[in-house]
C-alpha cells in the first residue's frame, strides 16, 4: 500500500510540472548519451534542442555498432526531428537504417481534431492526440498510455511503475533519480516486440540520465553531457 501511494505521489509530482510541458527543457541545447552494451561502449544518443521565438525543434541522432572478433555484426543509424510550437507538439520525422533494413515514420497534425496522423514503416493511420514519441527526453512519457515508436511508428500501449529513488553514479558525478519501468500493456506481444526497459530521471530537473533494458545482451544509455 505504502508503494502504491508513493507511485501516485510521484506521479502528481510530475503531472504539476508538466503543464510547463517541453518549456522545462528550456534551457538545455544539447543532450549526449553513451550506449553501452554489456559494459562495452558502442555508440551514442545525441540530442540538438533549436530555439526560434515559440518553436522549439529537436534534432536527434543515434549510431551504433556491435563487433565480435573485429568483425561488424549489427549496425544501425538513425536521424530524427521533433518539432513544438508553443509547447504543443506539431510533427516528427526520422529515417534508420536498422543492419541495412531501412525504417521510417512522419507524423503530423489533424487540423480537424488535432488528432495525430502516422505514416510510418510498421504503422499507418491515426493516433490519440495524448500520445507521445518516445524519445525519452520528455519526462511527460511518464503519465501517457501509449508511447509511438521513433523508428516505425508503431503504437506501443505501455504500464509505467514507479520503482523509487535512487543514486546514480555515472563518472564521477552521482544523480538523485527516480526511477520507473516502462512495460507493454500487451501480453500477446512477441518477445522482440515487448517494451520492459527502466529509465530514471533526475529528481529536481527530470533530466533524463539513464535507460537500461535486457534483450539479446544488457543496454544502457547514460548521459554523457548535458549543455
Same mark, same amino acid.
Given at each position: 500500500?505504502?508503494?502504491?501511494?508513493?507511485?501516485?505521489?510521484?506521479?502528481?509530482?510530475?503531472?504539476?510540472?508538466?503543464?510547463?510541458?517541453?518549456?522545462?527543457?528550456?534551457?538545455?541545447?544539447?543532450?549526449?548519451?553513451?550506449?553501452? !552494451?554489456?559494459?562495452?561502449?558502442?555508440?551514442?544518443?545525441? $540530442?540538438?534542442?533549436?530555439?526560434?521565438?515559440?518553436?522549439? *525543434?529537436?534534432?536527434?541522432? #543515434?549510431?551504433?555498432?556491435?563487433?565480435?572478433?573485429?568483425?561488424?555484426?549489427?549496425?544501425?543509424?538513425?536521424?530524427?526531428? /521533433?518539432?513544438? #510550437?508553443?509547447?504543443?507538439?506539431?510533427?516528427?520525422?526520422?529515417?534508420?537504417?536498422?543492419?541495412?533494413?531501412?525504417?521510417? #515514420?512522419?507524423?503530423? @497534425?489533424?487540423?480537424?481534431?488535432?488528432?495525430? @496522423? @502516422?505514416?510510418?514503416?510498421?504503422?499507418?493511420?491515426?493516433?490519440?492526440?495524448?500520445?507521445?514519441?518516445?524519445?525519452?527526453?520528455?519526462? /511527460?512519457?511518464?503519465?501517457?498510455?501509449?508511447?509511438?515508436?521513433?523508428?516505425?511508428? !508503431? @503504437?506501443?500501449?505501455?504500464?509505467?511503475?514507479?520503482?523509487? +529513488? /535512487?543514486? #546514480?553514479? *555515472?563518472?564521477?558525478?552521482?544523480?538523485?533519480?527516480? !526511477?520507473?519501468?516502462?512495460?507493454?500493456?500487451?501480453?500477446?506481444?512477441?518477445?522482440?516486440? +515487448?517494451?520492459?526497459?527502466?529509465?530514471? $530521471?533526475?529528481?529536481?530537473?527530470?533530466?533524463?540520465?539513464?535507460?537500461?533494458?535486457?534483450?539479446?545482451?544488457?543496454?544502457?544509455? !547514460?548521459?554523457?553531457?548535458?549543455?
Amino acid at each position: 500500500m505504502k508503494k502504491i501511494l508513493l507511485s501516485i505521489g510521484i506521479i502528481l509530482i510530475f503531472s504539476s510540472s508538466i503543464n510547463a510541458h517541453v518549456d522545462h527543457y528550456s534551457k538545455y541545447n544539447y543532450l549526449e548519451y553513451e550506449l553501452y !552494451r554489456n559494459d562495452n561502449l558502442i555508440g551514442f544518443h545525441k $540530442y540538438k534542442f533549436k530555439k526560434n521565438g515559440d518553436t522549439l *525543434i529537436i534534432d536527434n541522432q #543515434v549510431s551504433f555498432k556491435i563487433k565480435k572478433l573485429g568483425i561488424e555484426l549489427y549496425k544501425y543509424n538513425a536521424e530524427g526531428v /521533433e518539432k513544438y #510550437v508553443n509547447s504543443k507538439f506539431t510533427g516528427f520525422n526520422s529515417k534508420t537504417n536498422q543492419n541495412k533494413k531501412e525504417k521510417y #515514420v512522419n507524423i503530423s @497534425i489533424d487540423p480537424k481534431d488535432n488528432n495525430l @496522423i @502516422i505514416d510510418g514503416s510498421s504503422y499507418k493511420g491515426k493516433a490519440d492526440k495524448e500520445m507521445i514519441i518516445g524519445t525519452w527526453w520528455n519526462h /511527460e512519457i511518464v503519465k501517457k498510455k501509449a508511447q509511438i515508436s521513433a523508428v516505425s511508428g !508503431r @503504437i506501443i500501449e505501455q504500464k509505467v511503475k514507479f520503482i523509487g +529513488k /535512487e543514486d #546514480v553514479k *555515472i563518472g564521477d558525478k552521482i544523480y538523485k533519480t527516480l !526511477r520507473f519501468n516502462f512495460s507493454s500493456s500487451d501480453p500477446s506481444l512477441s518477445k522482440d516486440k +515487448k517494451l520492459n526497459t527502466d529509465i530514471w $530521471y533526475e529528481e529536481d530537473t527530470y533530466l533524463w540520465v539513464k535507460a537500461a533494458f535486457d534483450k539479446t545482451g544488457y543496454w544502457e544509455y !547514460r548521459l554523457k553531457k548535458a549543455e
